[in-house]
């Protein structure tokens, strides 16, 4: 069988005692780090971000290599979003400004903003919602989680109202 594929024995006698090359084993070892980063990124990164997450970990290898091996699995960033798009419907109403600017308030529990921020970290990106009284500038409740839905606000805002307990109506401004 050497002699028809022209090989020596000594070389097809070292491809079976090691079928993978030293270079392919760590492609293996690099695609595991790369599928961890491009999971914790929610499949958003591309292999610029993902070498730039690798060398903070402490690996040493290439943009292109790391291109390669994404390319090699299938792993491709998702870029943008896809517009839906509404062919007709109910035509929007503006919510009156109750607020109308005024940010000082007399007394507490008067008015109350809200506001959602995000964190990355090294699992992912953690998203915060917090509320704040426009009296004091304190924050009254917060509430964090890896989702970002309308619960997070919620909880948040049940937070607020356990720790202060209006007793009048209070006006929410949330975007």
């Known amino acids: ?11 097809f006698y070292a491809w079976l005692g090691k079928p993978l090359s030293d270079h392919a084993i760590e ?13 914790a990124s929610g499949g958003t990164y591309g292999s610029p971000w993902i070498h ?14 790391v291109a390669k091996i ?37 007394m507490p529990n008067q008015a109350w903003v809200s506001d959602i921020t995000y964190v990355r970290t090294y699992e992912g990106f953690l998203y915060v919602a917090t509320v704040l009284d426009l009296f004091s500038r304190r924050i009254v409740g917060w509430s964090m989680d890896k989702n970002i839905d309308r619960h997070l606000l919620i909880r948040a ?6 720790k202060r307990q209006p007793k009048a109506r209070v006006l929410v401004r949330s975007d």
């Open 1 to 11: 069988m050497c002699r028809v594929f022209k090989l020596h024995r000594s070389g």
């Open 27 to 39: 492609d293996q070892r690099l695609l595991k780090r790369i599928k961890e980063f491009y999971v």
């Open 52 to 65: 730039r997450d690798l060398r903070y970990a402490g690996e040493a290898c290439s943009v292109h290599r």
């Open 70 to 106: 994404m390319r090699e699995n299938r792993l491709r960033a998702q870029i943008g979003y896809k517009r839906r798009y509404m062919k007709s419907g109910k035509i929007g109403s503006i919510a009156d400004n109750v607020l109308d600017r005024n940010f000082n308030p007399d």
């Open 157 to 162: 805002l049940m937070i607020a109202v356990w």
